[in-house]
């Protein structure tokens, strides 16, 4: 993707990404703080009537700015407020394409948890069985994950998720399969243990396999005090 470039104190305009055929509003100002890594920068906090912009991850934002005779535009996804010294900033994901963001409406817990991922379409094995591949859990709900990844999917292909188990056997969880749809993608910053991060929103064939999600759940935020 490469550096920004941007200066530090860079005013920038800012919009929310719009449909197919519509012109974005660039009706809100923010500033560059300055630069991450190749992926994420920081912006202070763009203010609305006097009060600061809810954050929506699911939001795709649109950030203008001026280069020398160049206008440029860097589009990106809030990712987190971050607080250095006695100011807050909006860490931003930068992406090159557009994506599509389903909103969770329950709460996450950030927490990392290893797991397991598969498609009953990839290739079998010599023993006849599909090889899973690793990743870890950046946050967990009881309707959908945030997964770390070495692999990339499309938004709306769907992925075998297995849980690991957690405590013992007569006072925890056990290993728990779930099925989720890739909303969205982005990349990890070079250097990491994981290329990806992956947004899941998770799918119940009943009532049962929902419950037993929040049970799941309810212990990972018992066991580590979320």
């Known amino acids: 993707m490469g550096a920004c470039g941007i200066k530090r104190g860079t005013k920038m305009q800012l919009a929310k990404e719009t449909t197919a055929g519509q012109q974005p509003v660039f009706d809100m100002i923010t500033t560059f703080y300055k630069e991450l890594d190749e992926s994420a920068f920081l912006v202070s906090v763009p203010m609305v009537d006097g009060k600061a912009l809810p954050i929506d991850e699911s939001q795709k934002f649109l950030f203008k700015y001026e280069e020398g005779e160049e206008t440029r535009i860097v589009a990106g996804y809030v990712d987190d407020a ?82 690991p188990r957690l405590g013992s056997a007569s006072e925890g969880m056990p290993e728990t399969e779930v099925v989720g749809v890739i909303c969205w993608m982005r990349e990890m910053p070079k250097g990491g243990p994981f290329r990806f991060v992956t947004g899941v929103q998770l799918r119940f064939a009943n009532t049962d396999e929902k419950i037993k999600m929040q049970e799941y759940v309810a212990y990972v935020k018992k066991r580590y005090k979320l």
């Open 82 to 163: 971050v607080k250095e010294g006695i100011r807050r900033y909006w860490k931003i994901r930068r992406v090159t394409e557009n994506r599509q963001f389903i909103k969770r409406a329950d709460v996450r817990m950030k927490v990392e948890l290893p797991l397991q991922f598969m498609q009953d379409t990839w290739p079998l094995n010599s023993r006849g069985e599909i090889d899973k591949e690793s990743g870890e859990t950046m946050d967990i709900s009881n309707n959908g994950l945030a997964v770390y990844m070495n692999r990339w999917f499309e938004v709306g292909e769907s992925c075998i998720f297995t849980l």
